[in-house]
T-cell receptor, first 113, second 113 residues
Framework: AQSVAQPEDQVNVAEGNPLTVKCTYS??????LFWYVQYPNRGLQFLLK??????LVKGSYGFEAEFNKSQTSFHLKKPSALVSDSALYFC???????????FGAGTTVTVRA | DAGVTQSPTHLIKTRGQQVTLRCSPK?????VSWYQQALGQGPQFIFQ???????QRGNFPDRFSGHQFPNYSSELNVNALLLGDSALYLC????????????FGPGTRLTVL
């Protein structure tokens, strides 16, 4: 069975500071990993994915994520946060051969001016 | 290019009633997945449709059923509604292989009274 854990319900940072949102996963095989962002009353927007290859993945809006197989982690990062990055962030995993996405509970990011 | 569209936006039903939600996938996408997102939680996979067949199902009762049409659009039907079915229902579309990301619609907010 596949699962995702986002250990922090909330992350608060000042604008211009680095932002990190943590994610760990559990799968039986090699994972496909995704990050999505959700703004109030909106659907989920795709940010980035890891399928294979380079452990550092770059995505939309200046976000990047680092895949760490030994720690089964896929943390989302942004070097300099903006107030507009304030939203709900979801990590998701798909096990090879599985069609469903399993999501974490989400992390609310608040960036203060 | 229109993204994933869902209708209706909001819906209010009473216990025991039946509801049908609709989804049109992003242009070029042939696969539709449905998710239930309860308040304060991550999306939970209901099922996925491909080539008009249910390809995979999550841990949802048979009261939840679906359909995919030849134009790839899809419906989610829920019978004998319970209070616990109140949630945001998200449709996601994708194309081709398992490595492709899913694109989400804005969702349908279902309230069961």
């Amino acid at each position: 069975a596949q699962s995702v854990a986002q250990p922090e319900d909330q992350v608060n940072v000042a604008e211009g500071n680095p932002l990190t949102v943590k994610c760990t996963y559990s799968v039986s095989g090699n994972p496909y990993l995704f990050w999505y962002v959700q703004y109030p009353n909106r659907g989920l927007q795709f940010l980035l994915k890891y399928i294979t290859g380079d452990n550092l993945v770059k995505g939309s809006y200046g976000f990047e994520a680092e895949f760490n197989k030994s720690q089964t982690s896929f943390h989302l990062k942004k070097p300099s946060a903006l107030v507009s990055d304030s939203a709900l962030y979801f990590c998701a995993v798909r096990d090879i051969g599985d069609y469903k996405l399993s999501f974490g509970a989400g992390t609310t990011v608040t960036v203060r001016a | 290019d229109a993204g994933v569209t869902q209708s209706p936006t909001h819906l209010i039903k009473t216990r025991g009633q039946q509801v049908t939600l609709r989804c049109s996938p992003k242009s070029g996408h042939d696969t539709v997945s449905w998710y239930q997102q309860a308040l304060g939680q991550g999306p939970q996979f209901i099922f996925q449709y491909y080539e008009e067949e249910e390809r995979q199902r999550g841990n949802f009762p048979d009261r939840f059923s679906g359909h995919q049409f030849p134009n790839y659009s899809s419906e989610l039907n829920v019978n004998a509604l319970l209070l616990g079915d109140s949630a945001l229902y998200l449709c996601a579309s994708s194309q081709g292989t398992l490595t492709n990301e899913q694109f989400f619609g804005p969702g349908t907010r279902l309230t069961v009274l």
